[in-house]
């Protein structure tokens, strides 16, 4: 079984998606659309054969007088249909990189978990039936890899640690395999999957969940009725509009 660990920043307002929160957002759908998508790709990992770990902020990385593992778990016990099976546990690190390694290594090594693999809630789209695909190249590569576009990755899933120190350095997804090749480690990846960051990414995102929401495909749920109720369409012209 894969431990999917999510690394999740508590979704208030200005603590979140900073980009999208300067426009064509502002603060309050920033955080509001964080949230959707935490509890949706949480809900993917739930369905899954995959552990949930959802690892949140310590204290002093969030906003003064928010309680980080209360702000994650309040959209999550929503969204669940075992909440209390969840596993919370606080991130150690001082940067996304150490975060990451900090958690894979101790799965793999100290508590013997099979493999393991870490994503943000940015990664709206993120299903099912994508982790469990990914679950399986796990079984034969050591890396496995879900590129996004500009380099970034949506999954990074590790049957063996490799070096984290500044393993998310941009191109990430370059990165990360040159960090696993370094290691011995065969990589793998998962079909392109695009993030939810900045306003670029929307433009990408929202007629490709309207389309799918359209076909009667699988969409996440909550982050696509969030984007239907704040009016986000993409003209003909490429403008990323509100109605």
């Known amino acids: 079984m894969t431990t999917v660990a999510v690394l999740a920043d508590p979704p208030v307002e200005g603590n979140v998606l900073p980009e999208l929160a300067a426009g064509p957002l502002d603060e309050s759908e920033a955080a509001a659309l964080y949230s959707a998508m ?8 739930e369905a899954s054969g995959a552990e949930l770990l959802v690892n949140y902020r310590p204290e002093e990385q969030t906003p003064d ?4 593992e209360r702000a994650v778990r309040e959209p999550l016990d929503a969204a669940l249909q075992e909440p209390d099976k969840a596993r919370y546990e606080v991130q150690v690190g001082s940067n996304h990189a150490a975060r990451v390694g900090n958690t894979v290594t101790h799965l793999l090594e ?38 996004s576009t500009d380099g970034r990755v949506y999954y990074a899933g590790f049957a063996e640690p490799v070096d ?10 370059q990165t ?28 990408t995102v929202v007629p490709l969940l309207r389309a799918r929401h ?7 749920p909550r982050t696509t009725t969030l984007i239907n109720e704040l009016g986000l369409r993409v003209t003909a012209d490429g403008e990323l509009v509100r109605d």
């Open 164 to 173: 984290f120190d500044d393993a998310y350095a941009t191109p990430t997804v």
């Open 65 to 68: 007088g928010v309680d980080p």
């Open 214 to 220: 359209r076909a009667e495909r699988v969409v996440p």
């Open 38 to 45: 935490l509890a949706d790709i949480c809900r993917a990992v």
């Open 110 to 147: 100290r508590e013997g978990v099979n493999t393991v693999a870490a994503v943000e809630p940015s990664a709206g789209l993120l299903t099912r039936q994508l982790i469990d695909s990914a679950a399986m190249k796990l079984r034969s590569s050591g890396v496995v890899l879900g590129p």
């Open 176 to 203: 990360l395999t040159d960090r696993a090749m370094d290691s011995d480690l065969g990589v793998d990846f998962m079909p392109t999957t695009p993030v939810v960051e900045t306003p670029a990414d929307l433009k």
